[in-house]
């Protein structure tokens, strides 16, 4: 489920798994001995170098294709290869594809935000009950009960229920 590459001394791609070519939508002939120095991302060349003076690194965000411009938001976990002898010769790199969780994510906070402004100006009272408390009340709310949120959150929410309504209301 992940993508897989090598990578020798001087960033160069030596090896892939089919994940890892499917991941940049690029066949693995086109991936192999190419240069990750190319990809003039300085925070990803770090965390590869750091990984050939023998010690892991890790890298996330926001990965632009050189040649495509396409993005994706990859969780890289970079390991350095070592010899026989245990002389770095290269790295591993072990690549999670976030992209999708990423885009639901930003999809879910515009929606959030989207949401909140309809609320906060619809011209009727929105509240939200839990356990015979206001824990939301927009801002219609406060205009017509003329309390601050703050008040009514202390307030029990039968007190604005006529007191023949209530049994009907706890019904509910």
């Known amino acids: 489920p992940v993508g897989v590459f090598l990578f020798d001394m001087d960033l160069v791609i030596t090896e892939c798994n089919d994940r890892f070519t499917g991941m940049m939508m690029r066949r693995r002939e086109e991936i192999l001995g190419f240069c990750s120095e190319d990809l003039k991302d300085p925070e990803v060349i770090h965390r590869m ?6 010690d892991p690194s890790s890298w996330e965000g926001w990965f632009i294709a050189p040649d495509t411009g396409l993005r994706f938001y990859h969780s890289v976990n970079y390991s350095p290869l070592r010899d026989a002898d245990g002389n770095v010769i290269g790295g591993i790199a072990v690549v999670n594809d976030l992209t999708q969780r990423k885009n639901a994510e930003e999809q879910l ?3 959030e935000e989207r949401s909140r402004l309809l ?6 009272s929105i509240v939200v009950i839990q ?4 824990i ?14 703050d008040e009514l959150a202390s307030r ?17």
Do not use: C, M, S
């Not at 170098?49 to 023998?54: A, D, F, P, Q, S």
């Not at 356990?131 to 206001?134: I, K, T």
């Not at 039968?158 to 023949?164: G, I, M, R, S």
């Open 136 to 149: 939301f009340v927009n801002p219609k709310f406060v205009q017509l009960t003329g309390f601050t949120a």
């Open 156 to 172: 029990q929410f039968t007190e604005f229920v006529h007191p023949d309504d209530r049994e009907q209301i706890a019904g509910r």
């Open 109 to 111: 906070l515009v929606a």
């Open 49 to 54: 170098r750091e990984t050939l003076t023998g």
């Open 131 to 134: 356990d015979w408390r206001f």
């Open 119 to 124: 609320i906060e100006n619809a011209n009727e």
